[in-house]
Each structure stands twice: as C-alpha cells, then as structure tokens.
C-alpha cells in the first residue's frame, strides 16, 4: 500500500515566520493529497488539499504544492499566529480512492 | 447542527471485555470510515463504507468489525479487546467519497484496555 512521510515531527517559529511542512508518498497513483490541522482534544480538520493535475493551490495564509515527478507535497502557512498552533497531518488517497494514508504528524508552535 | 458525534468519548475496559464504539452523523453521508491515532504513527484506516451494507478494510483491521445496516451509524465492535487496542479513535464521514468531498472528523475516543 502506500506511505506516507511527513518532516519534521516537531517546529517552532516566531509569530509571523513562515512554516513548511513537507510529506513524501510512494504509489504514484495516488491523486488527493489534503491536510488536516488538529488542535488539542478535537479531531482533525481539513485546511487545504490539491489534486494531482494541480501544481499548487492558496487560500489566504495557507498554501499547498505538489511536485508528481519527485512525489512530494508541501504545505506553506505564511506570517504565522499563535493560533496556528496545532498538529497539522498530511494524507494521501490511495489509488482505489477509498482508503486514506497520513503522515506522522507536526506538532507546530507559533512563538508569540 | 452539522456534525460526527462518538461515544463513548472515554472509555476503560479490561481484556477479553466485548465494546462497541459507536459513531453517528446528521449530514447523510455515504462515506464513513474509522481511524486509530497512536503517537508517533499518525492516523491509521481500520474500516470504511462506501453505503450502507458495504465496507471493506483499511490498513489496520485486524482485531475489529464494523457494521452499516442504516447511513447515519457505523459503529466500530471490539469483540475481544486487548492492551495493544488502547488508543484514540476517530469516527469520519464524507458525502459520496473522500475524493471528491470534504472529511469531517468525531471529537475522538479515547480507550484504554487494562
């Protein structure tokens, strides 16, 4: 099946930096990649996703590309807040396009 | 109000002890599926179902069943739990399908099997 890996586990930025967060797959089939931002005690929340016959999308401070060559994605949180303070996932849809595949997990701390 | 709702959101339970986790949404969704989130491993697929009567596996199946018999409910059945069971669980569902709709999550069961 597929797998997904997701850099770095943990990151910290002062408010208003930019974060990156990166995640490779491995079936070249797959085409939806969201991501999910999880605050403390709730579950997941999808933020943004792209598709594979798109190169990047942008919803104000949120922005996500996708690189099908190199099998990779990327989501970028430009001038940070403290609120973006969370454990942001990505995932992967495998091929069938039914079952998901996430990543391990940031945990990032926007610095006030 | 739109929404995933789980119970129960917490739960303790010795080995061997049947449980049911139940999971029921208002949106009526034909895609359900449930997680395990375990630290350091991210969210794990255990079930899913495209409607009602079908479901399939997902990557970690193994010590579980669900059922469908109505689209609102998906409840996930530990027949005999054990230690390597305790986690938090996530209950998703989607209008048709994770491709072409938004998930929405549960709040989450937390369970720990003594």
């Known amino acids: 099946g597929e797998n997904v890996e997701q850099h770095p586990s943990t990151l910290s930025v002062q408010e208003g930096d930019s974060a990156v967060i990166k995640c490779t797959y491995s079936?070249?089939?797959?085409?939806?990649f969201p991501w999910y931002k999880q605050e403390l005690g709730k579950g997941p929340q999808l933020i943004i996703d792209?598709?594979?016959?798109?190169g990047e999308k942008k919803d104000q401070r949120i922005a996500v590309t996708l690189n099908k060559t190199a099998k990779h994605f990327s989501l970028h949180i430009t001038e940070t807040q403290p609120e973006d303070s969370a454990v942001y996932f990505c995932a992967a849809l495998s091929n069938t396009g039914n079952q998901f595949y996430f990543g391990t997990g940031t945990s990032l701390t926007v610095i006030p | 109000e739109a929404q995933v709702t789980q119970n129960p959101r917490y739960l303790i339970t010795v080995t061997g002890k049947k449980l049911t986790v139940t999971c029921s949404q208002n949106?009526?969704?034909?895609?359900m599926s449930w997680y395990r989130q375990d630290p350091g491993l991210g969210l794990r697929q255990i079930y899913y179902?495209?409607?009602?009567?079908?479901?399939d596996k997902g990557d970690v199946p193994e010590g579980y069943k669900v059922s469908r018999k109505e689209k609102r409910n998906f409840p996930l059945i530990l027949e005999s739990p054990s230690p390597n069971q305790t986690s938090l669980y996530f209950c998703?569902?989607?209008?048709?399908?994770?491709?072409?709709?938004?998930?929405?999550f549960g709040p989450g069961t937390r369970l720990t099997v003594l």
């Open positions: 792209i598709r594979s016959n798109v």
């Open positions: 998703a569902s989607s209008l048709l399908g994770p491709s072409t709709d938004t998930q929405y």
């Open positions: 179902s495209m409607n009602v009567e079908v479901t």
């Open positions: 949106m009526n969704h034909e895609y």
């Open positions: 079936d070249s089939a797959s085409n939806y």
